[in-house]
């Protein structure tokens, strides 16, 4: 099975925190030369910052400039379920290749919670449906053995895995070897070749907007049986991690990265970080250490 890499991409704003669409273009045209594939609104994407027609603008745009080059999945999670069957019945429309759901934020809820809401989503559209679990932000996580009940479902492609723990990232690449047609992709930084070695369909990482070309080598030369080539760059793509996220919360660091590297990417939405002179020295010394400037 070749394996694949996603980028979860920024969204650029303007200095007034309109949505910058042509710089977001071009971070889509530097990840498709890479060849990476692409997140769009994750949590590097600033999606809960993001309204709802930004959301379905912001990925008509991506979509577009991608232009079948690679594949492109969008979040659509929200709190309620209504609002994220809505969200996905847009992104349907549009022709994505996946719909990632974040777990509902904010409302506490049982895994029999989670199982009616997946299910609800899942049934709404024919575009596949992608877990994704992160509940350091939302509080809610999906147990594998709700996951190996979902991957049940026929619309339920597969699973994000942003915990950041190798057990529950090994537990869910349980469900995908019992459970045919659901894919595991790998969120943290640092677990990417070893996710592939042990069973994952590829990763989805917010550090690939920093270093791309590193990311696309790490699943590249995984995909040709270059184990050496592949340990290498998963070496400089770790070093990099530990460099940078010292610093702070890490999509807030890759986002400041990434402005260094290029202004055009814009500041956060507020009441994100605010850009630090001092803070940005450092960064600018890790991305010089790094040659990436």
């Given at each position: ?141 999906i147990e594998p053995e709700t996951a190996a009940k979902l991957a049940d479902h026929p619309n339920i492609a597969g699973i994000k895995d942003s915990g950041g723990a190798k057990e529950t ?58 184990e050496d080539g592949a340990a290498a760059a998963q070496e400089t793509y770790t070093g990099m991690r530990v460099d940078l996220y010292k610093l702070g919360f890490p999509p807030a660091m ?20 605010l850009p630090d002179p001092e803070q940005d020295k450092e960064i600018e010394a890790i991305l010089k250490k790094y040659e990436l400037i």
């Amino acid at each position: 099975m070749t394996k694949s890499a996603y980028v979860a991409l920024v969204t650029c704003f303007n200095d007034d925190e309109t949505i910058n669409y042509e710089a977001t273009r071009a971070q889509v045209r530097r990840q498709v030369e890479a060849g990476n594939n692409i997140l769009c609104a994750g949590t590097n994407g600033d999606f809960s910052a993001l309204t709802y027609d930004e959301k379905v603008k912001l990925t008509e745009e991506v979509v577009d400039e991608v232009g079948g080059k690679v594949k492109v999945i969008v979040n659509a999670g929200m709190p309620a379920t209504f609002e994220t069957v809505k969200l996905s019945k847009e992104f349907d429309r549009i022709g994505v290749d996946g719909i990632a759901v974040i777990t509902p934020f904010f409302i506490a809820c049982t895994q029999d919670g989670l199982i009616r809401h997946y299910t609800t989503v899942a049934d709404a559209v024919s575009t596949p449906i992608y877990l994704y679990d992160i509940p350091a932000r939302t509080q809610n996580h999906i147990e594998p053995e709700t996951a190996a009940k979902l991957a049940d479902h026929p619309n339920i492609a597969g699973i994000k895995d942003s915990g950041g723990a190798k057990e529950t990232l090994e537990a869910y690449m349980s469900v995908g070897k019992e459970k045919d047609g659901f894919d595991v992709y790998s969120g943290p930084d640092h677990l990417v070749h070893w996710a592939l070695q042990n069973g994952a369909a590829g990763c989805i990482s917010g550090l690939g907007n920093v270093m791309p070309n590193v990311l696309a080598k790490i699943v590249s030369c995984y995909n040709a049986g270059d184990e050496d080539g592949a340990a290498a760059a998963q070496e400089t793509y770790t070093g990099m991690r530990v460099d940078l996220y010292k610093l702070g919360f890490p999509p807030a660091m890759v986002k400041r990265a990434l402005w260094v590297m290029d202004h055009s990417v814009g500041a956060s939405r507020q009441p994100a970080l605010l850009p630090d002179p001092e803070q940005d020295k450092e960064i600018e010394a890790i991305l010089k250490k790094y040659e990436l400037i």
